[in-house]
Protein backbone atom coordinates (compact mmCIF):
# COMPACT_ATOMS: atom_id res chain seq x y z
CA UNK A 1 0.00 0.00 0.00
CA UNK A 2 2.52 2.45 1.29
CA UNK A 3 4.50 1.51 -1.94
CA UNK A 4 2.00 2.72 -4.61
CA UNK A 5 1.44 5.95 -3.12
CA UNK A 6 2.37 7.97 -5.74
CA UNK A 7 0.18 6.01 -8.09
CA UNK A 8 -2.81 6.32 -5.71
CA UNK A 9 -2.52 9.82 -5.38
CA UNK A 10 -3.23 10.29 -8.76
CA UNK A 11 -5.80 7.83 -8.90
CA UNK A 12 -8.21 8.28 -6.33
CA UNK A 13 -8.93 11.50 -7.85
CA UNK A 14 -9.00 9.95 -11.34
CA UNK A 15 -11.31 7.04 -10.13
CA UNK A 16 -14.09 8.88 -8.34
CA UNK A 17 -14.63 11.41 -11.41
CA UNK A 18 -16.86 8.80 -13.07
CA UNK A 19 -18.15 7.45 -9.88
CA UNK A 20 -19.53 11.20 -9.81
CA UNK A 21 -21.62 11.02 -12.79
CA UNK A 22 -23.01 7.65 -11.61
CA UNK A 23 -24.32 8.68 -8.49
CA UNK A 24 -25.78 12.25 -10.05
CA UNK A 25 -27.64 13.45 -6.65
CA UNK A 26 -25.81 16.03 -4.73
CA UNK A 27 -25.42 15.21 -1.46
CA UNK A 28 -23.32 11.44 -2.24
CA UNK A 29 -21.62 13.48 -4.62
CA UNK A 30 -20.37 15.76 -2.01
CA UNK A 31 -19.43 13.42 0.56
CA UNK A 32 -17.70 11.21 -2.40
CA UNK A 33 -15.50 14.69 -3.69
CA UNK A 34 -15.09 15.57 0.11
CA UNK A 35 -13.37 11.81 1.10
CA UNK A 36 -11.55 11.94 -2.58
CA UNK A 37 -10.12 15.52 -1.69
CA UNK A 38 -9.17 14.51 2.17
CA UNK A 39 -7.54 11.16 0.96
CA UNK A 40 -5.27 13.11 -1.88
CA UNK A 41 -4.15 15.41 1.17
CA UNK A 42 -3.10 12.59 3.68
CA UNK A 43 -1.23 10.61 0.67
CA UNK A 44 0.73 14.10 0.00
CA UNK A 45 1.09 14.38 3.47
CA UNK A 46 2.49 10.36 4.03
CA UNK A 47 4.56 10.99 0.73
CA UNK A 48 6.15 14.10 1.68
CA UNK A 49 7.01 12.34 4.84
CA UNK A 50 8.40 9.61 2.75
CA UNK A 51 10.18 11.99 0.43
CA UNK A 52 12.13 13.79 3.80
CA UNK A 53 13.34 10.33 4.75
CA UNK A 54 14.47 8.52 1.49
CA UNK A 55 15.37 11.92 -0.81
CA UNK A 56 13.79 10.44 -3.72
CA UNK A 57 10.88 8.00 -4.86
CA UNK A 58 10.69 6.06 -7.72
CA UNK A 59 7.62 4.22 -8.57
CA UNK A 60 7.25 2.01 -12.07
CA UNK A 61 3.97 2.08 -13.44
CA UNK A 62 3.21 -1.25 -14.67
CA UNK A 63 6.61 -3.30 -13.91
CA UNK A 64 8.09 -1.68 -16.93
CA UNK A 65 11.83 -0.06 -16.25
CA UNK A 66 12.59 3.37 -16.74
CA UNK A 67 13.49 5.11 -19.41
CA UNK A 68 11.12 2.70 -21.61
CA UNK A 69 7.90 2.89 -19.27
CA UNK A 70 6.73 5.48 -17.65
CA UNK A 71 8.24 6.48 -13.95
CA UNK A 72 6.85 8.33 -11.55
CA UNK A 73 9.35 10.09 -9.73
CA UNK A 74 8.73 12.70 -6.50
CA UNK A 75 11.21 14.75 -5.28
CA UNK A 76 10.87 17.86 -2.25
CA UNK A 77 9.79 19.98 -4.80
CA UNK A 78 7.03 17.59 -6.01
CA UNK A 79 5.86 16.54 -2.81
CA UNK A 80 5.84 20.48 -1.54
CA UNK A 81 3.39 21.06 -4.58
CA UNK A 82 1.13 17.75 -3.66
CA UNK A 83 1.07 19.12 -0.38
CA UNK A 84 -0.03 22.51 -1.67
CA UNK A 85 -2.66 21.56 -4.47
CA UNK A 86 -4.07 18.83 -2.25
CA UNK A 87 -4.38 20.97 0.96
CA UNK A 88 -5.95 23.85 -1.24
CA UNK A 89 -8.16 21.17 -2.91
CA UNK A 90 -9.28 19.78 0.59
CA UNK A 91 -10.09 23.15 1.95
CA UNK A 92 -11.99 24.46 -1.21
CA UNK A 93 -14.21 21.64 -1.29
CA UNK A 94 -14.92 22.00 2.56
CA UNK A 95 -16.11 25.38 1.58
CA UNK A 96 -17.62 24.68 -1.54
CA UNK A 97 -21.00 23.18 -1.03
CA UNK A 98 -23.00 25.66 -0.06
CA UNK A 99 -21.48 28.23 -2.90
CA UNK A 100 -21.69 25.62 -4.93
CA UNK A 101 -25.90 25.50 -4.59
CA UNK A 102 -26.34 28.61 -5.10
CA UNK A 103 -23.71 29.48 -8.10
CA UNK A 104 -24.71 26.85 -10.20
CA UNK A 105 -27.82 24.70 -11.30
CA UNK A 106 -28.69 21.83 -9.54
CA UNK A 107 -28.85 19.45 -12.63
CA UNK A 108 -25.04 20.52 -13.38
CA UNK A 109 -23.77 20.46 -9.54
CA UNK A 110 -22.74 16.79 -10.30
CA UNK A 111 -20.78 17.83 -13.58
CA UNK A 112 -19.10 20.74 -11.61
CA UNK A 113 -17.61 17.94 -9.19
CA UNK A 114 -17.04 15.81 -11.72
CA UNK A 115 -14.91 18.36 -13.59
CA UNK A 116 -13.35 19.25 -10.89
CA UNK A 117 -11.70 16.02 -9.34
CA UNK A 118 -10.26 15.19 -13.05
CA UNK A 119 -8.71 18.70 -12.81
CA UNK A 120 -7.49 17.91 -9.13
CA UNK A 121 -6.53 14.81 -10.73
CA UNK A 122 -4.82 16.20 -14.02
CA UNK A 123 -2.70 18.62 -11.35
CA UNK A 124 -1.73 16.04 -9.49
CA UNK A 125 -0.41 13.92 -12.44
CA UNK A 126 1.34 16.49 -13.43
CA UNK A 127 3.38 16.94 -10.85
CA UNK A 128 3.97 13.21 -9.74
CA UNK A 129 5.30 12.18 -13.14
CA UNK A 130 8.66 12.00 -14.07
CA UNK A 131 7.70 11.25 -17.87
CA UNK A 132 7.55 14.42 -20.39
CA UNK A 133 4.52 13.01 -22.44
CA UNK A 134 2.93 11.80 -19.80
CA UNK A 135 3.04 15.28 -18.11
CA UNK A 136 1.67 16.68 -21.73
CA UNK A 137 -1.18 14.10 -21.15
CA UNK A 138 -2.06 14.96 -17.54
CA UNK A 139 -1.43 19.23 -18.29
CA UNK A 140 -4.29 18.64 -21.06
CA UNK A 141 -6.28 16.73 -18.70
CA UNK A 142 -6.67 19.32 -16.08
CA UNK A 143 -6.74 21.79 -18.62
CA UNK A 144 -9.95 21.11 -20.44
CA UNK A 145 -11.36 20.79 -17.25
CA UNK A 146 -10.78 23.97 -16.28
CA UNK A 147 -12.31 25.35 -19.28
CA UNK A 148 -15.36 23.47 -18.57
CA UNK A 149 -15.52 24.71 -14.75
CA UNK A 150 -15.07 28.41 -16.10
CA UNK A 151 -18.05 27.64 -18.37
CA UNK A 152 -20.17 26.94 -15.55
CA UNK A 153 -19.82 30.67 -14.09
CA UNK A 154 -23.73 32.86 -14.40
CA UNK A 155 -22.76 35.30 -16.73
CA UNK A 156 -22.52 34.64 -20.25
CA UNK A 157 -19.26 36.43 -20.47
CA UNK A 158 -18.01 33.20 -18.96
CA UNK A 159 -18.52 30.97 -21.93
CA UNK A 160 -16.29 33.39 -23.58
CA UNK A 161 -13.21 33.70 -21.00
CA UNK A 162 -13.89 30.09 -21.39
CA UNK A 163 -13.07 29.76 -25.08
CA UNK A 164 -10.54 32.49 -24.85
CA UNK A 165 -8.79 29.96 -22.40
CA UNK A 166 -9.08 27.27 -24.18
CA UNK A 167 -7.53 28.89 -27.48
CA UNK A 168 -4.42 30.31 -25.71
CA UNK A 169 -4.08 27.11 -23.52
CA UNK A 170 -4.60 24.84 -26.42
CA UNK A 171 -1.99 27.19 -27.98
CA UNK A 172 0.45 27.30 -24.80
CA UNK A 173 0.12 22.87 -25.02
CA UNK A 174 0.70 22.40 -28.33
CA UNK A 175 4.17 24.54 -27.81
CA UNK A 176 4.82 22.44 -25.11
CA UNK A 177 4.32 19.11 -27.84
CA UNK A 178 6.90 20.65 -29.55
CA UNK A 179 9.18 21.64 -27.73
CA UNK A 180 8.95 17.90 -26.61
CA UNK A 181 8.59 16.30 -29.67
CA UNK A 182 12.54 18.08 -30.32
CA UNK A 183 13.72 17.06 -27.78
CA UNK A 184 12.59 13.55 -28.68
CA UNK A 185 14.29 14.18 -32.10
CA UNK A 186 17.68 14.43 -30.60
CA UNK A 187 17.71 12.21 -27.78
CA UNK A 188 15.42 9.43 -28.60
CA UNK A 189 13.80 9.23 -24.35
CA UNK A 190 11.18 11.03 -22.79
CA UNK A 191 11.93 10.58 -19.39
CA UNK A 192 13.07 13.35 -17.66
CA UNK A 193 16.26 11.95 -15.44
CA UNK A 194 17.30 9.92 -19.16
CA UNK A 195 16.64 13.50 -20.64
CA UNK A 196 19.35 15.45 -18.67
CA UNK A 197 21.90 12.77 -19.43
CA UNK A 198 21.82 12.32 -22.77
CA UNK A 199 21.11 16.32 -22.95
CA UNK A 200 24.56 17.26 -22.40
CA UNK A 201 26.12 15.74 -25.51
CA UNK A 202 23.59 17.75 -27.77
CA UNK A 203 22.85 20.48 -25.67
CA UNK A 204 24.32 23.43 -27.72
CA UNK A 205 22.61 22.55 -31.19
CA UNK A 206 20.24 24.65 -32.79
CA UNK A 207 17.11 21.93 -32.24
CA UNK A 208 17.55 22.09 -28.60
CA UNK A 209 17.85 25.81 -28.26
CA UNK A 210 14.56 25.81 -30.40
CA UNK A 211 12.79 23.15 -28.22
CA UNK A 212 14.10 25.34 -24.83
CA UNK A 213 12.42 28.30 -26.56
CA UNK A 214 9.03 27.03 -27.25
CA UNK A 215 9.04 25.31 -23.70
CA UNK A 216 9.28 28.34 -22.44
CA UNK A 217 6.60 30.17 -24.19
CA UNK A 218 4.32 27.41 -24.01
CA UNK A 219 4.71 26.81 -20.05
CA UNK A 220 4.93 30.75 -19.83
CA UNK A 221 1.66 31.12 -21.57
CA UNK A 222 0.02 28.14 -19.17
CA UNK A 223 1.07 30.48 -16.08
CA UNK A 224 0.24 33.80 -17.09
CA UNK A 225 3.78 35.49 -17.41
CA UNK A 226 2.98 39.08 -18.09
CA UNK A 227 3.21 39.25 -21.78
CA UNK A 228 0.78 35.51 -22.67
CA UNK A 229 -1.28 36.44 -19.41
CA UNK A 230 -4.76 37.31 -21.48
CA UNK A 231 -6.41 34.72 -20.11
CA UNK A 232 -6.14 35.20 -17.05
CA UNK A 233 -8.12 38.15 -15.70
CA UNK A 234 -11.50 37.10 -17.51
CA UNK A 235 -11.16 33.05 -17.06
CA UNK A 236 -10.68 34.19 -12.71
CA UNK A 237 -13.47 36.67 -13.02
CA UNK A 238 -16.16 34.81 -14.47
CA UNK A 239 -15.53 31.72 -13.60
CA UNK A 240 -18.00 29.99 -10.30
CA UNK A 241 -16.65 31.49 -6.73
CA UNK A 242 -15.32 28.43 -5.87
CA UNK A 243 -13.53 27.63 -9.28
CA UNK A 244 -11.56 31.00 -8.88
CA UNK A 245 -10.48 29.69 -5.15
CA UNK A 246 -9.13 26.69 -6.25
CA UNK A 247 -7.77 28.01 -10.18
CA UNK A 248 -6.21 30.85 -8.56
CA UNK A 249 -4.16 29.27 -5.32
CA UNK A 250 -3.53 26.32 -7.32
CA UNK A 251 -3.23 25.99 -11.45
CA UNK A 252 -0.49 28.68 -11.98
CA UNK A 253 1.62 27.35 -9.21
CA UNK A 254 2.07 23.87 -10.75
CA UNK A 255 2.97 25.36 -14.04
CA UNK A 256 5.85 26.76 -12.40
CA UNK A 257 6.55 23.83 -11.16
CA UNK A 258 6.47 22.93 -14.47
CA UNK A 259 8.81 25.74 -15.78
CA UNK A 260 11.01 24.49 -12.94
CA UNK A 261 11.49 21.26 -13.74
CA UNK A 262 12.30 22.04 -17.10
CA UNK A 263 15.14 24.42 -16.30
CA UNK A 264 16.58 22.88 -13.39
CA UNK A 265 16.26 18.59 -14.06
CA UNK A 266 15.49 18.15 -18.16
CA UNK A 267 18.26 20.82 -19.22
CA UNK A 268 20.84 22.28 -17.47
CA UNK A 269 20.90 25.20 -15.60
CA UNK A 270 24.19 26.12 -16.17
CA UNK A 271 23.27 26.08 -19.94
CA UNK A 272 19.87 27.56 -19.66
CA UNK A 273 21.03 30.89 -17.57
CA UNK A 274 25.05 31.39 -18.39
CA UNK A 275 24.50 30.33 -22.35
CA UNK A 276 21.10 31.86 -23.13
CA UNK A 277 20.60 33.93 -20.70
CA UNK A 278 16.92 33.40 -19.92
CA UNK A 279 17.29 35.23 -16.43
CA UNK A 280 17.27 38.78 -17.58
CA UNK A 281 14.18 37.33 -19.91
CA UNK A 282 12.15 36.36 -17.01
CA UNK A 283 13.64 39.46 -14.85
CA UNK A 284 12.22 41.95 -17.03
CA UNK A 285 8.33 40.15 -17.74
CA UNK A 286 8.77 39.04 -13.86
CA UNK A 287 9.29 43.42 -13.05
CA UNK A 288 6.44 44.43 -16.29
CA UNK A 289 4.14 41.40 -14.63
CA UNK A 290 4.56 43.21 -11.33
CA UNK A 291 3.95 46.96 -12.19
CA UNK A 292 1.52 46.45 -14.96
CA UNK A 293 -0.91 43.98 -12.95
CA UNK A 294 -0.57 45.71 -9.43
CA UNK A 295 -1.76 49.27 -11.81
CA UNK A 296 -4.84 47.56 -13.53
CA UNK A 297 -5.68 46.04 -10.40
CA UNK A 298 -6.00 49.44 -8.73
CA UNK A 299 -8.12 50.57 -12.06
CA UNK A 300 -10.91 47.48 -11.90
CA UNK A 301 -14.30 48.09 -10.27
CA UNK A 302 -14.73 44.58 -10.14
CA UNK A 303 -13.10 42.89 -7.17
CA UNK A 304 -12.45 39.82 -8.60
CA UNK A 305 -11.28 40.77 -11.69
CA UNK A 306 -8.92 43.24 -9.28
CA UNK A 307 -7.98 39.83 -7.57
CA UNK A 308 -6.95 38.68 -10.88
CA UNK A 309 -4.37 41.38 -12.07
CA UNK A 310 -3.31 40.93 -8.64
CA UNK A 311 -2.76 37.15 -9.01
CA UNK A 312 -0.24 38.58 -12.17
CA UNK A 313 1.88 40.72 -10.08
CA UNK A 314 2.21 37.93 -7.50
CA UNK A 315 3.62 35.50 -10.72
CA UNK A 316 6.44 38.03 -11.32
CA UNK A 317 7.18 37.71 -7.76
CA UNK A 318 7.69 34.12 -7.89
CA UNK A 319 9.49 34.19 -11.46
CA UNK A 320 11.74 37.73 -10.30
CA UNK A 321 12.86 34.62 -7.40
CA UNK A 322 13.77 32.08 -10.09
CA UNK A 323 15.19 34.75 -12.31
CA UNK A 324 17.75 35.57 -9.37
CA UNK A 325 19.45 32.08 -9.78
CA UNK A 326 20.57 31.78 -6.32
CA UNK A 327 19.93 29.38 -3.61
CA UNK A 328 17.88 32.37 -1.97
CA UNK A 329 16.34 33.69 -4.85
CA UNK A 330 15.00 30.35 -5.87
CA UNK A 331 13.38 29.91 -2.37
CA UNK A 332 11.97 32.83 -2.30
CA UNK A 333 10.01 31.70 -5.42
CA UNK A 334 9.52 28.84 -4.09
CA UNK A 335 8.01 29.96 -0.63
CA UNK A 336 5.72 31.96 -2.55
CA UNK A 337 3.92 29.44 -4.31
CA UNK A 338 2.98 28.02 -1.28
CA UNK A 339 2.87 31.56 0.29
CA UNK A 340 0.10 33.21 -2.25
CA UNK A 341 -1.48 30.03 -2.70
CA UNK A 342 -2.47 30.68 1.12
CA UNK A 343 -3.72 34.39 0.96
CA UNK A 344 -5.54 34.17 -3.03
CA UNK A 345 -7.06 31.35 -1.92
CA UNK A 346 -8.14 33.69 1.25
CA UNK A 347 -9.20 36.78 -0.73
CA UNK A 348 -11.42 34.30 -3.63
CA UNK A 349 -12.94 32.98 -0.61
CA UNK A 350 -13.61 35.95 0.98
CA UNK A 351 -15.24 36.96 -2.21
CA UNK A 352 -17.03 33.82 -2.65
CA UNK A 353 -18.95 34.78 0.82
CA UNK A 354 -19.58 38.06 -0.64
CA UNK A 355 -21.27 36.99 -3.85
CA UNK A 356 -23.04 34.10 -2.14
CA UNK A 357 -24.98 36.60 0.37
CA UNK A 358 -25.36 39.88 -2.14
CA UNK A 359 -25.15 37.98 -5.75
CA UNK A 360 -22.27 41.06 -6.49
CA UNK A 361 -18.26 41.38 -5.74
CA UNK A 362 -18.60 44.64 -7.89
CA UNK A 363 -17.27 47.69 -5.58
CA UNK A 364 -20.07 49.82 -5.81
CA UNK A 365 -22.16 47.17 -4.36
CA UNK A 366 -19.71 46.35 -1.12
CA UNK A 367 -20.27 49.89 0.47
CA UNK A 368 -20.47 48.88 4.14
CA UNK A 369 -20.39 45.32 3.92
CA UNK A 370 -17.81 45.44 6.43
CA UNK A 371 -20.55 46.12 9.48
CA UNK A 372 -22.83 43.49 7.79
CA UNK A 373 -20.60 40.50 7.32
CA UNK A 374 -17.99 41.41 10.18
CA UNK A 375 -16.34 38.18 9.84
CA UNK A 376 -15.87 37.63 6.32
CA UNK A 377 -14.72 41.07 5.67
CA UNK A 378 -12.04 40.99 8.51
CA UNK A 379 -10.57 38.14 7.13
CA UNK A 380 -10.51 39.79 3.75
CA UNK A 381 -8.09 42.46 5.74
CA UNK A 382 -6.10 39.96 7.24
CA UNK A 383 -5.40 38.40 3.77
CA UNK A 384 -4.70 41.59 1.83
CA UNK A 385 -2.05 42.80 4.51
CA UNK A 386 -1.01 39.40 4.02
CA UNK A 387 -0.66 39.97 -0.09
CA UNK A 388 1.24 43.45 0.20
CA UNK A 389 3.34 41.49 2.97
CA UNK A 390 2.75 42.98 6.54
CA UNK A 391 5.21 41.17 9.21
CA UNK A 392 3.79 38.12 11.14
CA UNK A 393 1.95 37.00 7.83
CA UNK A 394 2.94 34.72 5.16
CA UNK A 395 3.38 37.72 2.83
CA UNK A 396 6.14 39.14 4.33
CA UNK A 397 8.22 35.96 4.46
CA UNK A 398 8.02 35.63 0.79
CA UNK A 399 8.82 39.40 0.23
CA UNK A 400 11.46 39.33 2.91
CA UNK A 401 13.66 36.41 1.31
CA UNK A 402 13.19 38.00 -2.15
CA UNK A 403 14.81 41.22 -0.71
CA UNK A 404 17.65 39.43 1.11
CA UNK A 405 18.36 37.76 -2.60
CA UNK A 406 18.41 40.93 -4.15
CA UNK A 407 20.53 42.52 -1.73
CA UNK A 408 22.62 39.16 -2.34
CA UNK A 409 23.12 40.67 -5.52
CA UNK A 410 23.59 44.10 -4.51
CA UNK A 411 20.54 45.49 -6.77
CA UNK A 412 19.10 47.73 -4.25
CA UNK A 413 16.98 49.06 -7.41
CA UNK A 414 15.29 45.51 -7.19
CA UNK A 415 14.64 46.18 -3.04
CA UNK A 416 13.27 49.35 -4.09
CA UNK A 417 10.95 47.81 -7.07
CA UNK A 418 9.83 44.97 -4.53
CA UNK A 419 8.74 47.91 -2.20
CA UNK A 420 6.90 50.17 -4.63
CA UNK A 421 4.83 47.04 -5.75
CA UNK A 422 3.76 46.45 -2.17
CA UNK A 423 3.16 49.87 -2.15
CA UNK A 424 0.91 49.67 -5.11
CA UNK A 425 -0.88 46.47 -3.63
CA UNK A 426 -1.55 48.67 -0.40
CA UNK A 427 -3.78 51.39 -3.03
CA UNK A 428 -5.78 48.31 -4.05
CA UNK A 429 -6.78 46.87 -1.25
CA UNK A 430 -6.96 49.79 0.40
CA UNK A 431 -9.86 50.44 -2.18
CA UNK A 432 -11.73 47.26 -1.66
CA UNK A 433 -11.41 48.23 2.44
CA UNK A 434 -12.44 51.84 2.33
CA UNK A 435 -15.29 51.24 0.72
CA UNK A 436 -16.59 48.04 2.91
CA UNK A 437 -15.55 49.90 5.89
CA UNK A 438 -16.47 54.03 5.62
CA UNK A 439 -18.91 54.02 2.67
CA UNK A 440 -22.34 53.97 3.90
CA UNK A 441 -25.05 51.98 1.82
CA UNK A 442 -27.68 53.42 0.38
CA UNK A 443 -29.95 51.68 2.65
CA UNK A 444 -32.93 53.63 1.16
CA UNK A 445 -32.90 52.82 -1.84
CA UNK A 446 -32.26 49.00 -1.30
CA UNK A 447 -33.88 47.91 1.47
CA UNK A 448 -33.05 44.35 0.87
CA UNK A 449 -29.62 44.42 1.04
CA UNK A 450 -29.65 45.92 4.48
CA UNK A 451 -30.44 42.69 5.72
CA UNK A 452 -27.28 40.89 4.79
CA UNK A 453 -26.19 38.89 7.27
CA UNK A 454 -22.89 36.82 7.69
CA UNK A 455 -22.41 33.62 5.74
CA UNK A 456 -22.68 30.05 6.56
CA UNK A 457 -20.52 28.87 9.06
CA UNK A 458 -19.84 26.02 6.77
CA UNK A 459 -17.97 28.41 4.78
CA UNK A 460 -16.81 30.64 7.43
CA UNK A 461 -14.50 27.78 8.95
CA UNK A 462 -12.68 26.73 6.04
CA UNK A 463 -12.35 30.52 5.03
CA UNK A 464 -10.81 31.12 8.72
CA UNK A 465 -9.04 28.25 8.87
CA UNK A 466 -7.01 29.41 5.63
CA UNK A 467 -6.74 32.91 7.44
CA UNK A 468 -5.23 30.97 10.80
CA UNK A 469 -2.38 29.57 8.16
CA UNK A 470 -1.72 32.48 6.86
CA UNK A 471 -0.87 33.79 10.37
CA UNK A 472 0.71 30.17 11.54
CA UNK A 473 3.24 30.01 8.63
CA UNK A 474 4.13 33.83 8.71
CA UNK A 475 5.18 33.26 12.23
CA UNK A 476 6.41 29.34 12.56
CA UNK A 477 8.17 29.32 9.11
CA UNK A 478 10.26 26.09 10.23
CA UNK A 479 8.26 23.56 8.15
CA UNK A 480 7.70 25.86 4.61
CA UNK A 481 11.26 27.34 4.85
CA UNK A 482 12.61 24.10 5.54
CA UNK A 483 10.96 22.81 2.91
CA UNK A 484 11.56 24.93 0.01
CA UNK A 485 15.34 25.72 1.03
CA UNK A 486 15.66 22.22 0.73
CA UNK A 487 14.11 22.40 -2.87
CA UNK A 488 16.18 25.27 -3.93
CA UNK A 489 19.51 23.41 -2.49
CA UNK A 490 18.29 20.19 -4.14
CA UNK A 491 17.78 22.01 -8.04
CA UNK A 492 20.73 24.60 -8.01
CA UNK A 493 22.92 21.55 -6.52
CA UNK A 494 22.35 17.85 -6.95
CA UNK A 495 20.27 18.54 -10.22
CA UNK A 496 17.93 15.59 -11.17
CA UNK B 1 18.72 23.14 -52.63
CA UNK B 2 19.07 19.31 -52.81
CA UNK B 3 19.71 19.82 -48.52
CA UNK B 4 16.48 21.70 -49.26
CA UNK B 5 14.38 19.31 -50.64
CA UNK B 6 15.17 16.53 -48.47
CA UNK B 7 13.98 17.64 -44.94
CA UNK B 8 10.74 19.02 -47.23
CA UNK B 9 8.83 16.91 -44.15
CA UNK B 10 9.83 19.75 -42.19
CA UNK B 11 8.77 22.77 -44.52
CA UNK B 12 5.19 21.33 -44.81
CA UNK B 13 5.05 21.19 -40.92
CA UNK B 14 6.03 24.91 -40.39
CA UNK B 15 3.74 25.98 -43.60
CA UNK B 16 0.78 24.23 -41.84
CA UNK B 17 1.73 25.72 -38.30
CA UNK B 18 1.79 29.39 -39.21
CA UNK B 19 -1.26 28.70 -41.70
CA UNK B 20 -3.46 27.65 -38.46
CA UNK B 21 -1.72 29.90 -36.11
CA UNK B 22 -2.38 32.85 -38.53
CA UNK B 23 -5.93 31.59 -39.02
CA UNK B 24 -6.22 31.50 -34.80
CA UNK B 25 -4.91 35.04 -34.76
CA UNK B 26 -6.74 36.79 -37.67
CA UNK B 27 -10.19 35.02 -37.78
CA UNK B 28 -12.96 37.17 -35.90
CA UNK B 29 -15.31 33.73 -36.26
CA UNK B 30 -14.74 31.35 -33.62
CA UNK B 31 -15.74 28.26 -35.45
CA UNK B 32 -12.92 29.62 -38.08
CA UNK B 33 -10.22 30.14 -34.82
CA UNK B 34 -11.18 26.44 -33.90
CA UNK B 35 -10.69 25.29 -37.17
CA UNK B 36 -6.98 27.29 -37.57
CA UNK B 37 -6.22 25.92 -33.74
CA UNK B 38 -6.70 21.94 -35.66
CA UNK B 39 -4.58 22.77 -38.38
CA UNK B 40 -2.17 24.35 -35.99
CA UNK B 41 -2.38 21.24 -33.97
CA UNK B 42 -2.58 18.73 -36.71
CA UNK B 43 0.70 20.42 -38.13
CA UNK B 44 2.60 19.05 -35.01
CA UNK B 45 1.04 15.48 -35.47
CA UNK B 46 2.88 15.37 -38.64
CA UNK B 47 5.70 16.74 -37.01
CA UNK B 48 5.97 13.61 -35.03
CA UNK B 49 5.08 11.03 -37.07
CA UNK B 50 7.59 11.89 -39.98
CA UNK B 51 10.41 11.53 -37.60
CA UNK B 52 9.82 8.21 -36.78
CA UNK B 53 9.76 7.28 -40.59
CA UNK B 54 12.84 5.61 -41.24
CA UNK B 55 13.38 4.71 -44.87
CA UNK B 56 13.39 0.77 -45.72
CA UNK B 57 12.29 0.70 -41.70
CA UNK B 58 9.51 -1.48 -41.24
CA UNK B 59 7.55 -2.22 -37.30
CA UNK B 60 9.61 -3.90 -34.98
CA UNK B 61 9.22 -7.62 -35.90
CA UNK B 62 11.41 -10.26 -34.12
CA UNK B 63 12.29 -11.74 -37.64
CA UNK B 64 15.64 -12.79 -39.37
CA UNK B 65 14.00 -11.45 -42.41
CA UNK B 66 13.83 -7.46 -40.82
CA UNK B 67 16.86 -5.55 -39.89
CA UNK B 68 15.91 -1.96 -39.99
CA UNK B 69 13.27 -0.70 -37.32
CA UNK B 70 11.72 2.37 -37.37
CA UNK B 71 10.49 3.36 -33.93
CA UNK B 72 6.82 2.97 -33.17
CA UNK B 73 7.12 5.34 -30.31
CA UNK B 74 6.27 8.44 -32.10
CA UNK B 75 3.34 7.10 -33.74
CA UNK B 76 1.79 5.83 -30.12
CA UNK B 77 2.59 9.14 -29.10
CA UNK B 78 0.21 10.81 -31.61
CA UNK B 79 -2.61 8.61 -31.23
CA UNK B 80 -3.09 10.05 -27.77
CA UNK B 81 -2.35 13.82 -29.08
CA UNK B 82 -4.88 12.96 -31.31
CA UNK B 83 -7.43 12.37 -29.00
CA UNK B 84 -6.55 15.16 -26.61
CA UNK B 85 -7.16 17.35 -29.77
CA UNK B 86 -10.39 15.91 -30.38
CA UNK B 87 -11.08 16.59 -27.09
CA UNK B 88 -10.23 19.95 -27.01
CA UNK B 89 -12.07 20.44 -30.72
CA UNK B 90 -15.25 18.97 -29.15
CA UNK B 91 -15.15 21.18 -25.89
CA UNK B 92 -14.09 24.10 -28.00
CA UNK B 93 -17.69 23.66 -30.57
CA UNK B 94 -19.61 22.86 -27.19
CA UNK B 95 -18.51 26.30 -25.70
CA UNK B 96 -19.41 27.79 -29.56
CA UNK B 97 -22.97 26.63 -29.70
CA UNK B 98 -23.73 28.19 -25.73
CA UNK B 99 -21.85 31.09 -26.97
CA UNK B 100 -24.12 31.43 -30.10
CA UNK B 101 -27.12 30.86 -27.89
CA UNK B 102 -26.09 33.56 -25.05
CA UNK B 103 -24.94 36.12 -27.64
CA UNK B 104 -26.57 35.40 -30.77
CA UNK B 105 -23.31 35.65 -32.88
CA UNK B 106 -20.26 33.83 -33.13
CA UNK B 107 -18.08 36.96 -34.73
CA UNK B 108 -15.89 38.15 -31.42
CA UNK B 109 -16.12 41.58 -32.75
CA UNK B 110 -19.40 41.11 -31.83
CA UNK B 111 -19.73 40.02 -28.66
CA UNK B 112 -16.91 42.31 -27.19
CA UNK B 113 -18.91 45.24 -27.86
CA UNK B 114 -21.92 44.07 -25.98
CA UNK B 115 -21.13 42.92 -22.64
CA UNK B 116 -18.57 45.85 -22.19
CA UNK B 117 -18.82 46.62 -18.50
CA UNK B 118 -15.47 44.80 -17.28
Known amino acids: MIAHLPILQVVVPLLSAPVCVVLRRHNPVWVLVFLASWTAFFIAVLLLNAVSRAGEIHYVLGGWDPPWGIEYRLDVLSAYLLLIVTAIGAVVISFARESVIREISSDRIYLFYTAYLLNLAGLLGVITTGDVFNMFVFIEISSLSSYALISLGRDRLALLAAYRYLVLGTIGATFFLIGVGLLYVMTGTLNIVDLRARLTDVEHTRTIVTALAFLTVGISLKFALFPLHFWLPGAYTFAPSVVSVFLASTTTKVYIYVMLRFLYSVFNPAFVFDVISLDLVFLVCALLAIFSGSLNAIRQNDVKCMMAYSSIAQIGYMILGVSLVSVTGLLAGIIHLFNHALMKGALFMCLACVYYKTGSVRLGDLRGIGRRMPWTMAAFVVAGLSLVGIPLTVGFISKWYLVLAAIERDWWWLVAAVIAGSLLAVVYIWRVVETAYFRDSDDAKSPARAEVAEAPLSMLIPLWAMIAANLYFGIDTSLTIGLAEQAANYLLGAGP | ?118
Open chain 2, 1 to 118: MTEFFSEYNYWVVIILMMSGFYIVISHQNLVKKLIGLNLFQISVFILFISMGYLEGGTAPIFSEEYTQYASPLPHVLILTAIVVGISTTALGLALVVRIHKAFGTMEENEITGMDEDT
